[in-house]
């Protein structure tokens, strides 16, 4: 039924309901009832408002808290519902012990550092380490909200709801991790990169690392996300009656959540706008020659399937091809992962932005549309430091040419 470690508490089940959608819920691992508020929390709070992956993050997180709670000795659900919440040290050791991986070295009563064998646990990045303190962090806020004390009056009740949610923002903010300038810095494939990746990737080249039955999958895999800027999710989505026919010259990406077509527990998802994106002719001529000779005959409408059997391609099988890219890459030492590729694509589009004179407000329309992103986003900021730094560095190089430039003598 369900495979634990021996020494785990808690559990995350996903149910599926026959709408479709996939429902996260942490379990006792003796019970197999629910952790309540944890429940509470996420259908009260979180499940209208976010999307499937962050809820799924947040559930995930908070099974993780509670099994660190139960491994010091603090009954969590006790706790909260008397109006109590954790102090600053056992913030500090659930943290600790986060930032290191859940390692069980780094437990101990409030998660005191073992310095003769923390220092050789790697450490999460700061961005998701901070993430999950943020899970933890709201959580307890609404349980502050949820059971604070009675007080006196109506102001008193305000006074104490805002004194609690204070002190709890206070004790995070004090152990969230700051992350240098570089690592905040999201950067497309060089030139360089981008050779290798599709050398690695070409069907029948000397260095691909793939079967020979998966080669050109994965090389369509590849190219469709370079040339569509697609998210993983929104890859694994394509169904048939999305590619290009007929007058048809673009792939469709729709918002389909919780689609109980889709026999896949993790289901990937579309999490923004649907749009239609333009491919090459070669490309969609080669998707549908893969449909036409090696995908078969399957009981589900989605493109890309999985190596064994006819099912569709998982999550976890588009991650291990990103791993097997990765062990064999070697022009540089990169996180090669499926999100650079979309970064990658921005890069790339930008430069075209630039070389066909199109202006600042018509290229931010244009990559709002094609990446999915709703009108007067700023997720473009995130996606062209790249592009930014080259165009400061020529400003900037121009600026200083102009500056020291020798005045003629007289």
């Not at 491994?71 to 943290?95: H, M």
């Not at 995070?172 to 992350?179: C, D, M, N, P, S």
């Not at 291990?320 to 992962?337: E, G, P």
């Not at 202006?359 to 700023?378: A, M």
């Amino acid at each position: 039924m369900w495979t634990i470690p021996e020494d785990r508490k808690y559990f995350v089940h996903k149910a599926v309901f026959p709408t479709g959608e996939r429902f996260p819920v942490i379990l006792h691992v003796d019970s197999l009832q629910p952790a309540v508020l944890a429940t509470r929390y996420i259908i009260d709070e979180r499940r209208e408002s976010r999307q499937a992956s962050t809820l799924e993050r947040d559930v995930r997180v908070l099974c993780w808290f509670y099994e660190w709670c139960a491994q010091v000795g603090i009954d969590l659900e006790k706790r909260l519902k008397s109006g109590d919440t954790l102090n600053s040290g056992e913030i500090q050791g659930v943290a600790r012990w986060l930032r290191a991986g859940r390692n069980r070295k780094i437990v101990g009563t409030i998660g005191k550092v073992n310095d003769s064998s923390s220092s050789r646990i790697p450490l999460l990045q700061p961005r998701t380490f901070n993430d999950y303190l943020s899970s933890i962090e709201s959580f307890l806020i609404w349980a502050a909200y949820e059971f604070v004390p009675k007080a006196s009056s109506e102001a008193g009740l305000r006074k104490s709801l805002r004194g609690a949610k204070r002190r709890i923002k206070r004790a995070f903010r004090a152990f969230k991790a700051v992350g240098t300038v570089e690592r905040a810095k999201r950067y497309g494939l060089t030139g360089e990169e981008l050779r290798e990746l599709r050398e690695l990737t070409q069907p029948g080249g000397r260095r691909n690392p793939f079967r020979e039955a998966m080669q050109n999958r994965n090389h369509l895999i590849i190219e469709t996300m370079l040339a569509t800027g697609v998210r993983r999710g929104e890859l694994l989505k394509i169904r048939l009656v999305d590619l290009p026919r007929g007058p048809k010259q673009t792939i469709s990406i729709l918002r389909q959540p919780d689609d109980s077509d889709d026999p896949r527990l993790n289901e990937p998802r579309v999490k923004t706008r649907s749009r239609e994106i333009p491919i090459p002719k070669t490309l969609a001529i080669s998707l549908v020659q893969y449909v036409q000779r090696e995908r078969g005959r399957c009981n589900h409408p989605y493109l890309f399937v999985s190596s064994r059997g006819h099912q569709p391609l998982s999550l976890a099988g588009l991650n291990n091809i990103f791993l097997m890219i990765r062990k064999n890459f070697r022009v540089s030492d990169r996180s090669i992962h499926p999100h650079l590729l979309r970064h990658t694509f921005n890069d790339l589009l930008m430069e075209k932005a630039k070389a066909s004179g199109m202006t600042d407000d018509i290229r931010l329309k244009v990559q709002n549309f094609l990446n999915g992103w709703t009108e007067g986003s700023t997720q473009s900021e995130i996606y062209t430091h790249r592009f930014v730094e080259a165009e400061a560095m020529q400003l900037l190089g121009s600026y200083q040419q102009s500056l020291w430039r020798e005045e003629p003598h007289g």
